[in-house]
């Protein structure tokens, strides 16, 4: 299982626009291909920074399928204005679950 | 719910000794105060660098409750000769889980 984790700084003011439009993408997520669930953290020691963490199957559904799809681009439509900065993108591969 | 995500970078050849370390302090962590759980993930664009997310209810189970237990001394013994630099230990709070 693969880990997408993209940190997300959001414009000061805008935190509950941007939860509300990933809460409005949520579904976006979980009909792509591969997509297993989605959730939203923020980050305790700098609030402005959320992390979106999606799992999905391989790192090719989310970099090929899901990028290249329309449901990318409505996702970036319902929360891309709230970013302060490109988001910062990585994944990576669960080795054990305790 | 709180994540700690600690970021650790291993040497180079010591994965997975690491690996086994980690699985032989998963009991620590389990027993901990407030602890929910601990996964350990690779990171796929780089390598070298895992991340440690545990559950926990609150930042204080973390920092005062387990840093402070003779299991938070025990875990580093286990570990803490792969590491090649200091983790990077912040927290988030979960917002939503789709």
Known sequence: MIVETAEISIKAGEEAAFEAGVASAAPLFLRA???????????????????????WETVDNH????????DFQEWRRLVGSHFS??????????????
């Open 63 to 70: 970099m090929v399928d899901f990028r290249n799809s329309d």
């Open 33 to 55: 291909r591969g997509c297993h669930g989605v959730s939203l953290h923020r980050v305790v020691e700098n609030p402005g920074v959320y992390r979106l963490l999606v799992r």
């Open 85 to 98: 900065a490109a988001p910062s993108v990585t994944h990576s591969r669960l080795v054990a679950d305790y």
